[in-house]
């Protein structure tokens, strides 16, 4: 089942694709479907991408494949299910130009950006829907991200600054050694490092200042994983 949004921006992209054969950018998703923010497109993207409508297409910026289209889409005017064929939907809006003194464009992917995460002593996370940050689509990788906004110094060795902007692949458990944002006691969150001590979680700082943490498996759920970053400078 899917929500009335979610079938206007699919009806919305495969209408645009059997009218001109190009399909409409992020923005123009967004005028269509009357929201705020690229981000709200992203999300819908991704509810479609979970309900098996959609894929999205690896190593492609925005490129996503149309794999079913809802039971009533004969008379919204997209052809039967039967004989349908899958649609390459290539979301990249139009290239302009070369730019000047070599300088190469690359393509960007809104992510909603949920807030402030402790890399020092845990607080708890905003989870703010209506912001989004662009980021370089060549940091993504297959499946759902988000993206947390660094404070403290707790992180520094491992090349993790206060206000840095992380990128999070979303995922629910994770290998020994690996840069998680840690769920603790179900209000608190945090980036460290991750690795499981018999029945235990350590979570790790890399700062000397800080000290290791401790927990029982019940008390830590794994939010996702780090997978780049970017700083201003």
Known sequence: MLTRKQYELLVYIQKRLNESGISPSFDEMKEALNLKS????????????????IRRLPHKARALEILRLPENAESAGLGGRSGFSPTIVSNDDYSPPAPPNNVVSHSVVPLPLYGRIAAGTPIEAIRDQSTAVDV?????????????????DSMIDAGILDGDTVIILRCDAAENGVVVVALIDENEVTLKRMRRKGNSIALEPANQKYETRIFGPDRVQVQGRLIGLIRQY
């Open 136 to 152: 370089p689509a060549s940091l993504l990788r297959g499946g759902d991200h988000y993206a947390l906004e660094v404070e403290g």
């Open 38 to 53: 690229k981000s709200g497109i992203h999300r819908l993207i991704t509810g479609l991408e979970e309900r098996g409508y």
